[in-house]
């Protein structure tokens, strides 16, 4: 299973950047994905997750209210608005073990590679 994350890049505090997270259809249509973001020498933290039929959502309370996740067939999205100075980070995308969301870093089987998102003040 290959996830290819894109749409990272540098902007100022208060713009918004869309992430997309590339997925192989026949191995992720049926699992709940989830993003991450990690910053050097922190834990992976969660950011929003959303299942198989996109019918549920869940986000960080950092992320909720500014940040939406969405999917179709074959891509995860993540949509940031008024985006700080502390959402700077590496974003990853993730395909989770079972259909529904989960904000555990431990049910995730499958991860992107990346992608850097730096936000300045």
């Known amino acids: 299973v290959q996830l290819q994350a894109s749409g990272g890049g540098l902007v100022q505090a208060g713009g918004s950047l869309r992430l997309s997270c590339a997925t192989s259809?026949?191995?992720?249509?049926?699992?709940?994905m989830g993003w991450f973001r990690q910053t050097p020498g922190m834990e992976r933290e969660f950011v929003a997750t959303?299942?198989?039929?996109?019918?549920y959502k869940y986000y960080s309370d950092s992320a909720k209210g500014r940040f939406t996740i969405s999917r179709d067939n074959t891509k995860v999205y993540l949509q940031m608005n008024s985006l700080k100075p502390e959402d700077t980070a590496v974003y990853y995308c993730?395909?989770?073990?079972?259909?529904?969301?989960?904000?555990?870093?431990?049910?995730?089987?499958?991860w992107g590679q990346g992608t850097q998102v730096t936000v300045s003040s």
């Open positions: 993730a395909q989770a073990r079972s259909s529904s969301t989960s904000a555990e870093v431990a049910d995730y089987r499958y």
């Open positions: 259809r026949r191995t992720s249509s049926n699992n709940g």
């Open positions: 959303i299942d198989w039929k996109g019918a």
